[in-house]
């Protein structure tokens, strides 16, 4: 079946520190790749997705390219601030689960000023 | 546009207690998922709904658990009788585009049950 592996938390960087959280996926077929952010007491949000390979999803300084090749889809931020504290779940999703989609186990980030 | 809605926030209840979540999903989205989260066993995914009919329940815990959508714009996560290990925050999540299949997640209802 389906899964997505993320690298374990929690992460405590500086602020402007360099993001770097680690995803890979088993899947058969072409799933659609997902970041999705969780702030203390709030739902998942979107951060980004990539629908095919090579695709480059970005949004608010963080980017993640999907790589078929070696199937990770890792999420990269240049500069860290300190609202970018959250818990962040790499996920997919294929055509053929009708929309389910798979979450790996979430990873915290803490970011110091 | 309104996101999708959840009620209620919070919940604390007693051990045998009937629980009742409420969830009204995005207009025009055509499925509906129940999620549940804890620190054990972080975010399961419970049961969803394609067009207000259950596709897929095998996350259910136990029939101390159903879970309901009358129509398109409300469902239901129902627990009776609850336990202390019931435990969570339940994300109600909904979606329109199956190709994509971005989910628009809820705030979330903090139960506990003691």
């Known amino acids: 079946g389906d899964s997505v592996t993320q690298m374990e938390g929690p992460v405590t960087l500086s602020e402007e520190a360099f993001l770097t959280i680690n995803c890979t996926y088993t899947?058969?077929?072409?799933?659609?790749l997902f970041w999705y952010v969780q702030y203390p007491g709030e739902g998942l949000q979107l951060l980004l997705k990539a629908t095919k390979a090579d695709d480059k999803g970005s949004n608010k300084g963080f980017e993640a390219t999907y790589r078929k090749e070696t199937t990770s889809f890792h999420l990269e931020k240049g500069s860290v601030q300190v609202s970018d504290s959250a818990v962040y779940f790499c996920?997919?999703?294929?055509?053929?689960?009708?929309?389910?989609?798979?979450f790996g186990d979430g990873t915290t980030l803490t970011v110091k000023p | 546009d309104a996101g999708v809605i959840q009620s209620p926030r919070h919940e604390v209840t007693e051990m045998g207690q009937e629980v009742t979540l409420r969830c009204k999903p995005i207009s025009g989205h055509d499925y509906l998922f129940w999620y549940r989260q804890t620190m054990m066993r972080g975010l399961e995914l419970l049961i969803y709904?394609?067009?207000?009919?259950?596709?897929?329940d095998s996350g259910m815990p136990e029939d101390r658990f159903s879970a309901k959508m009358p129509n398109a714009s409300f469902s239901t996560l129902k627990i009776q009788p609850s336990e202390p290990r019931d435990s969570a925050v339940y994300f109600c999540?909904?979606?329109?585009?199956?190709?994509?299949?971005?989910?628009?997640f809820g705030e979330g209802s903090r139960l506990t049950v003691l």
């Open positions: 996920a997919l999703s294929r055509d053929t689960n009708a929309g389910k989609s798979t």
């Open positions: 709904f394609n067009n207000n009919v259950p596709i897929d």
């Open positions: 899947a058969t077929g072409y799933p659609s």
């Open positions: 999540a909904s979606s329109w585009d199956r190709t994509a299949g971005e989910l628009f």
